[in-house]
């Protein structure tokens, strides 16, 4: 950042001057629309972009969007209600009257705007904490919001080094999205195994879930004791985060020997979010489930593999199979004896273990947190928001009124 600091150098040395966002930007009106006709005119091939709340964004024609107020240059739209952010857009667009943008007649200073709002969103966001149920702030807010307004060559730099950033990141997430989609052309192509045995789970692997008691309430949870008590909240990218594990003593851990965790075993939820997976690689101490979660273990390791097992169930093969056979109301629940009756292509162990090299490989990098692209992308994020923080951190030149 040489180049910056050459510059404030020779344009700023002293400090820059603070002004509020409404007395340098034209604020920008939106188009009342309800959400019900941003429905009837949604078109993906429309050529106006439609902000709504939280995170609702459509596509439409300009001739179907009644009383259309549209934005045609660069702007910061405010999104003022649910979802507190700002977004940078510059083709044309509109948005639901409850928001509103700002713009400039120089593009540079609008894209400028857009990171120093975006480097004090929490900001916005604490203030709209404390109005009620759903998150909201006023006009007021940014209107009166207080910004460095360094000289433009520094504004430019600024901008150049946070786009690069910015479209650093856009890359590894297109490329990860990518990975993922080839990762799941993998799971279904892999698994057309012709001339291969097929078996019922129960067949292959013990399936069980705590039925010696009914589990722990929240209330009975412990920060420390004998034993590790996982949940179905969590599994974190097929693995089990044990930090955010809670505790039981060495009598509830005992009730029941049949679901205390081994290596290799295979986790299922089976109620509220249905069918996510963890396997076991490792467990720290003693481990058992509470209810809500089964426990699919291998009954013979020289006829299948606990991670190709893993992988098949996980590739959609369990869901698939069960998700015309739930149980339950409006909360569903996976049923013990359809689990069981899962068909398993099974192949000789040669070919299980390449599908699981393969499916391992693409797995990692696009799951892993510490190693795939996923840890690439938090990574490069954190160097953005530091330098983001950092490039936008100015001395004021003087007091302002």
């Known amino acids: 950042m040489s180049k910056l600091d050459d510059l404030i150098h020779q344009y700023c040395p002293n400090g820059v001057v603070f002004k509020k966002v409404k007395d340098e930007f034209h604020r920008l009106k ?46 910061v739209l405010v999104q003022s209600r649910g979802v507190i952010d700002v977004v940078y857009y ?25 990171y120093v ?34 000289p433009l060559p520094v504004q430019e730099e600024i901008v ?13 997430t297109a490329e990860l999205t990518a990975r993922k989609k080839q990762y799941e052309y993998y799971q ?60 039981v003593t060495k009598d509830r851990y005992e009730q029941d020997k049949n679901i205390q965790l081994m290596e290799n075993d295979i986790l299922v939820t089976k109620d509220g979010t249905l069918g996510k997976m963890a396997y076991v690689r490792h467990i720290p101490q003693n481990a058992t489930l509470n209810s809500g979660v089964f426990v699919i273990r291998v009954k013979e390791k020289d006829k299948i593999l606990p991670r190709y097992l893993y992988h098949y169930l996980n590739s959609g093969k369990l869901m698939n199979y ?33 599908i699981v090299d393969i499916l391992d490989r693409f797995d990692k990098l696009c799951n892993d947190i510490s190693e795939g692209l996923p840890a690439e992308i938090e990574a490069r994020q954190k160097q953005y928001e530091y330098y983001r923080d950092k490039l936008l951190t100015f001395k004021p030149l003087e007091e302002v009124k």
């Open 30 to 75: 939106g188009t009342p629309i309800t959400a019900g006709k941003m429905k009837e005119i949604q078109n993906s091939d429309g050529e106006i972009r439609i902000f709504a709340g939280g995170k609702t964004v459509i596509d439409a024609f300009e001739k179907d969007i009644p009383k259309a107020n549209i934005t045609r240059v660069p702007a």
């Open 90 to 114: 510059d083709k044309p667009f509109t948005f639901k009257n409850e928001m509103w943008a700002y713009t400039h007649d120089n593009k540079i200073f609008v894209k400028y705007l857009y």
């Open 117 to 150: 709002l975006k480097n004090n969103i929490e900001k916005f966001r604490e203030a709209a904490s404390g109005m009620g149920s759903l998150p909201q702030i006023s006009l007021k807010v940014t209107e009166d919001f207080l910004i460095p307004i360094p």
């Open 160 to 172: 150049r080094i946070l786009d690069n950033f910015t479209e650093l990141t856009a890359e590894l």
């Open 188 to 247: 279904n192509l892999i698994f057309k195994i012709g001339n291969s045995n097929v078996f019922f789970l129960e067949d292959i692997a013990i399936v069980k879930a705590r039925i010696g008691w009914q589990g722990l309430t929240k209330k009975e949870y412990l920060p420390n004791g004998f034993a590790l008590l996982v949940t179905g909240i969590d599994f974190k990218n097929g693995e089990i985060d044990f930090k955010n594990c809670h505790y």
């Open 322 to 354: 069960a998700k015309s056979k739930l149980t339950g109301g409006t909360i569903k629940h996976l049923n013990q004896n359809v689990v069981v009756k899962t068909p398993v292509i099974l192949p000789s162990l040669k070919e299980q273990q390449r």
